[in-house]
């Protein structure tokens, strides 16, 4: 067999940056289970027809057949593998709704696939980490307030146990918007823009971002033949963009009045001040934030990685008030999905985390002769016993070479003699006396360490 | 959206018994670390060649296309996904080659597919916890003995700690057998049996648990047309099984004399040996034990679960001269599969293994009215910042409603009033003040315990 090659989009870690990515994800465990989101398993195939039930993606799906199904006529029964865990987890929230306590709180990481061509760049197979909270018929708004609250803990750890890069996470409510765009008399019955409609408003302020405030107000005036006041409006909403609640009082000095805008304002409001009480700077109320025009209809989460904008949102979500529905109950929720692979793909891969060994043990065992190797076990059986991490050095190769078999695998010290022995701490050339049964490593050395240099 | 079903052969839990999984995965993790084996993964898919490579298993492979790939012309690179986790573990190991420090341990814990029709009890997605040690053109045999005693240690910690059946593991060594066969003159260049191939034999031995000795003489005698004698020698071999190292007497006793059979007669004692010291009475030396006749060429292993022999082997493996390689380089390897899914399964949809509880709370924070929500927040916080889990209580229902609400889920005790308030364990009724910035739970209530009743 020739050397094989990676394939282009399914991205793979040697230990060491695998050794980072379950950093990260035990961060996310401890986190997310504190908070009391239950871990599921969802399958990773889902039924044709689950997966194209929202039409457009079908073309990034991988279809999955039997090899020797009938290639000429498609199985009814035919697989596709999921490409997010959204639709999976709506899945196995009707399936077991008999059997779940609501409001039920679940996270799920799992890898998910886009079947696209090989491109630079993009991922056919990557890591997401989702939390979501689902109830039956109805949800309490505190749970907008919730889950970010929830991620920003997860990221802000990230931050400081990792040395991650900040997150700043950005928030609107789908309710502020449209309402204040009603207050302007668009889609509104007897309004001056009765006829169009505001997801149309909505979806030009999404291009905010990429084209600016001006070009938006042309699409506005031109494209919907909004006046030049109500699309100067609309863009001047969309500039506000506020660390703590002063956003209120900037939305009320644009003198529009709605309903629903106040409900928006109120839920905005508490986000961001509950998010700035427990993770104080890491959320701004951003109010041209629009999110994935199709299910979400209150508050809306994208989260960029301070000084790596350009990576886009890393963690994104919202509410929907229709997670599911099997047509007599309905399954609204809110959730928010971190893309743990396009956090750290590119970190790991230039190097700019890594892990200081790649293997999990904190001590190597030296072997005198092959004659004495069952009493490097014993040493190796005594420090496990409590919970140190180690191994036996394969071979009985003179002692240099041995602290090489260390150092090449960063491990910090090498164990010489028997129960009764010496330690080396090989970064420091000190060498001490040591029993098996009581010595203690620093506790920072029980694991890899992990190390950022984000240039 | 209807009410979907299940998928036969796709296994998913609920919560509480996803926890289970995680308790048992969190022992492996441990366990494995503890040794020095470094954790990976691999992408779900390989190439189909990759894949093919041995032939008959083709029939189970998941093919994995685009949706849009024109079905009449299969892609050149059309891919599958994984059966197995050796497969694209060696393929892993010549693609990184130049980057491992070898000998490499590692560990793997991913799901696997077999493209199978679905059929009562076939799993067509399952978890598997491999382990394996793989070296660069030579690895040494005391990782023979190093696989069986890891993998023995995780279960008897899920034994001890979580009420698993007990394990045995049955190991033989192929060196052994083959070594006998030639004594006898099997294979031999100038022996009695000289065109019989020992693999043959083997093949025939294979079946003494299914047809027993006597069929299986018939077989040597009958089909490869071996002596009587040496028939009944096969058998006698075949029907030594020891849980110490008597088996080595008794092998001699049947007068064979071969160098190979001292090679594997040694290498066997000491694996038996090893294992009994680190974990008493979980290993017996059993000679009739085959174990996949493609590629292992030393120990190999199976394990039951005492009581629970259905089950078929849970966990098996063994050594084998050439897990990869390219041409230039050899990589032998040992390793050891354990079937997390065909382990678990069973047990936890016959509800034999649970957990306390369905959420990773501890504590319910109980809310006197939505005015006072931040309170409970407070608290909350104030016990997450100790590590201990908890949510609070999702309205401001009347207490009775709350705390059922806590015991619907299996949460132990539920918080009322401010930091300063009380806390009441629900099962006992026991009510007392506490801080909530110094009360702590007892140790055994921080995560969910998990029971057993295997009947």
């Known amino acids: 067999m020739a050397r094989p090659k990676p394939l282009s989009g399914f991205p793979e870690f040697l230990p060491a940056g695998r050794m980072v990515e379950t950093a990260v994800l035990d961060i996310l465990r401890e986190t997310f289970e504190l908070h009391g989101y239950a871990n599921i398993e969802t399958r990773a195939v889902e039924t044709m027809e689950t997966l194209t039930r929202k039409g457009e993606i079908t073309k990034e799906v991988y279809v999955v057949r039997r090899l020797h199904a009938d290639p000429a006529t498609p199985e009814k029964d035919d697989l596709g593998l999921h490409f997010d865990l959204t639709v999976p987890f709506a899945r196995y929230v009707l399936e077991n709704a008999g059997h779940l306590a609501f409001p039920f709180r679940r996270y799920q990481v799992q890898k998910v696939w886009r079947g696209e061509r090989p491109q630079e760049g993009r991922y056919r197979e990557f890591l997401q980490a989702d939390i979501d909270v689902v109830g039956q018929d109805q949800l309490p708004e505190h749970f907008d307030v919730e889950a970010p609250v929830v991620m920003l803990e997860a990221l802000e750890r990230m931050h400081a146990e990792l040395g991650l890069p900040q997150a700043l996470m950005h928030v609107n409510n789908r309710k502020l918007a449209e309402g204040f765009y009603r207050g302007l ?62 956003f209120v009082e ?73 997670l599911a529905s099997d047509g007599k109950t309905t399954f609204p929720g809110v959730g928010i999905s971190l893309g743990v692979t396009r956090l750290l793909g590119p970190l790991i891969t230039k190097k700019q985390i890594e892990a200081s060994r790649s ?97």
Chains 1, 2 share one sequence.
């Open 250 to 322: 900037q939305v009320r000095s644009l003198g529009v009045e709605h309903e629903m805008l106040d409900e928006g304002l109120e839920l905005l409001r508490r986000v961001v001040l509950a998010a700035n009480k427990r993770v104080p700077g890491r959320i701004v109320a951003d109010l041209k934030i629009a999110r994935g025009l199709d299910y979400y209809t209150g508050t809306v989460y994208e989260t960029e990685l301070v000084g790596h904008e350009k990576l886009g949102s890393i963690s994104s979500g919202g509410r929907y008030d229709s």
């Open 359 to 455: 293997v999990p043990s904190a001590v190597l065992v030296a072997v005198d002769d092959e004659q004495s190797r069952d009493v490097a076990e014993e040493v190796a059986a005594a420090l496990r016993a409590r919970r140190i991490p180690c191994e036996v050095a394969p071979k009985a190769d003179k002692f240099g070479k041995q602290i090489k078999h260390a150092d090449r695998r960063g491990i910090p010290f090498v164990w010489f003699g028997g129960l009764t022995g010496q330690v080396k701490d090989i970064r420091s050339g000190e060498q001490a006396d040591a029993q098996a049964s009581s010595w203690e490593l620093p506790e920072a050395d029980r694991r890899p360490t992990i190390t950022t240099n984000l240039g």
């Open 185 to 246: 008399g668009i889609g509104q019955e007897g309004g001056a823009f009765e006829q169009v409609s505001t997801l149309d408003v909505l979806q030009r302020v999404d291009k905010f971002d990429k084209i600016g405030g001006p070009a938006v107000a042309e699409l506005l005036t031109g494209e919907l033949e909004l006046s030049q006041e109500v699309a100067e409006q609309c863009v001047a909403l969309a500039g506000i963009c506020t660390p703590d609640d002063s």
